[in-house]
Structure formats: C-alpha cells, structure tokens
Nanobody
Framework: QVQLVESGGGLVQAGGSLRLSCAASGRTFSSYGMGWFRQAPGKEREFVAGISWSIGNTKYADSVKGRFTVSRDIAKNTVLLQMNSLKPEDTAIYYC?????????????????WGQGTQVTVSS
C-alpha cells in the first residue's frame, strides 16, 4: 500500500524559508511522477511543482518559479520542496502526490496517491 507522509510545515515570516519533505513508501516509484499541490481556505487545490522520479525533470507553477525548488532523494524515497522568499499568499495546506506513468504535470486528477497534507502559514 502506497503511503505518502509530508512534514516540515509551520509558521514563518514573509521572506523566510521552509523545506517540506514527503516520505514515500509501499512500492518502487521509478515509473512515477511526484507532485506538490496546495490548497488555501476557500480556494481550489492548485499545482505547485512536479518532478519525474527516474530522471529528475521538474515543472513549476508560474507563481513559485525562482522561489521554490523540488528535488528527490532516491536513496531515502523522499521528495523535497525547498521554499524560499515566502509570501503570505503561499499560505495553504501543502500536499504531496504520486502519479503513474511518469506523469508529473499539473492535472491533480492524474495523481493516484495523496498524503495527508502539512500546513504552511506565512505571516506578513
């Protein structure tokens, strides 16, 4: 059974940094893509970043380009999201997700597995 467990969320001031981790277990993820999504109160879930597990190609939402970096640690079966220059509008619950067939793009319906989420709050 696939499990995705996020950690690393918290409260930070605007301009600060946080690093989120997603520990993946339950299968081999070499043919999977991994995504980070977020959902703020009253808003729809939106794509933040994605990475192909095997090659490490990445994709970002325009709103986070140049500030966020997604990476994976194959040995530890972990996906990371380094978030710098955080803004109040980055406040949301952040979710890790896994998609089959190397998919790592923005359609959340393509992702078969989801973590429980971790709260990120950026104060102004």
């Amino acid at each position: 059974q696939v499990q995705l467990v996020e950690s690393g969320g918290g409260l930070v001031q605007a301009g600060g940094s946080l690093r989120l981790s997603c520990a993946a277990s339950g299968r081999t993820f070499s043919s999977y893509g991994m995504g980070w999504f977020r959902q703020a109160p009253g808003k729809e879930r939106e794509f933040v970043a994605g990475i192909s597990w095997s090659i490490g190609n990445t994709k970002y939402a325009d709103s986070v380009k140049g500030r966020f970096t997604v990476s994976r640690d194959i040995a530890k079966n972990t996906v990371l999201l380094q978030m710098n220059s955080l803004k109040p509008e980055d406040t949301a619950i952040y979710y890790c997700a896994a998609a089959r067939n190397f998919y790592y793009n923005s359609e959340h319906g393509k992702y078969a597995y989801w973590g429980q989420g971790t709260q990120v709050t950026v104060s102004s």
